[in-house]
C-alpha cells in the first residue's frame, strides 16, 4: 500500500506553513488549480523545535476542504502517541524523525497498520549514517535542507552529499523529499542530487497580492502560485 504510487516526479509538495491562515482554504484551491497533488503540513511542538506550528484541528479542517494527499511531518519530541490522532485526523503520510527514535522500525509498523505511509526525516547536522539502515524499510526520506522550525531559511548544501548517499542506498523509485530553503536558485541542484519530491513554502506562496517581487519570469513579469509552481517543477526536471 502507498498513497505516493500515483504521483509521478518530480512532485512539488506545497507547505502550507508558508500560506494565509486567514485565507488557507483559498490558498489550497489556488495549489490545487496548479497542479499540486500532495500537501505538505509541518507540526511543530516547541520542543523539538522551537517554535509552534497547528495540531489536530487543524489538520482535521484541512482534510475537509481537499482531497489532495497529506503528508504530515511530525516535528515531535514524541511522535508515537500522536499516530493514531493524526491518522484519524486524515493525514495518509506520517513522517518522524531520527533523532527522536534510535530505531523508527516500530513506528513504521504502526502507521502501516494505521493505513497511512510512513516516512523518515533528518535534520542537516545529523549523520546520514543514522538513516541509511532504514531507507528500505519507509515509503518516503524527508532530507531537511534546513534546521527545521521556522520558514523562509536559506538551504544547507551539506545537505546535497546526504542526498547523493540516500539515493544510492535507496534505489532509484524511492521518494526522496527535500524540505527547507527550496527554491528556484536551488532546486536544479536538489534534483540532481537525488530529490524527486520538493517542498515549496515561502517560494511558492506569496503575498497577499499573489505575487512575489523577487520572483519573476524571463521577461520580469511576477508570477502567480501557478506560475511559481510550475517554474519549480520545470526546474526539477532532470535529462533523461
Not at 488557507?24 to 511542538?45: P, T, Y
Not at 549523520?127 to 526520506?141: A, H, M
Request: hydrophobic fraction near 45%; charged fraction near 20%.
Amino acid at each position: 500500500m502507498s498513497t505516493l504510487s500515483s504521483l509521478r516526479p518530480p512532485v512539488i509538495n506545497p507547505s502550507l506553513l508558508s500560506a494565509d491562515f486567514s485565507h488557507l482554504a483559498r490558498d489550497i484551491r489556488q495549489v490545487e488549480a496548479s497542479g499540486a497533488e500532495i500537501l505538505h503540513l509541518d507540526i511543530m511542538d516547541g520542543h523539538f523545535v522551537p517554535n509552534l506550528s497547528f495540531g489536530v484541528p487543524v489538520v482535521e479542517a484541512i482534510r475537509r476542504t481537499t482531497d489532495l494527499i497529506l503528508d504530515v511531518h511530525l516535528m515531535l519530541s514524541n511522535p508515537e502517541p500522536y499516530l493514531p490522532v493524526f491518522r484519524k485526523a486524515g493525514s495518509d503520510c506520517l513522517t518522524v524523525h531520527i533523532e527522536v527514535v534510535a530505531d523508527p522500525r516500530p513506528m513504521f509498523d504502526l502507521i502501516r497498520r494505521l493505513g497511512a505511509v510512513p516516512g523518515l526525516s533528518l535534520n542537516p547536522p545529523t549523520l546520514v549514517e543514522s538513516v541509511l539502515p532504514f531507507v528500505g524499510e519507509c515509503d518516503l526520506i524527508l532530507v531537511m535542507g534546513v534546521m527545521p522550525g521556522f520558514g523562509g531559511q536559506s538551504f544547507n548544501p551539506i545537505v546535497l552529499e546526504k542526498l547523493r548517499r540516500i539515493r544510492e542506498a535507496a534505489g532509484a523509485s524511492a521518494w526522496i523529499s527535500v524540505d527547507g530553503g527550496v527554491n528556484e536558485s536551488t532546486v536544479s541542484d536538489i534534483a540532481s542530487a537525488g530529490a524527486n519530491m520538493f517542498v515549496a513554502g515561502s517560494s511558492l506562496f506569496g503575498h497577499s497580492d499573489g505575487v512575489y517581487s523577487n520572483n519573476v519570469d524571463s521577461n520580469g513579469v511576477g508570477l502567480d502560485i501557478a506560475g511559481r509552481f510550475n517554474r519549480l517543477r520545470q526546474l526539477a526536471e532532470i535529462p533523461a
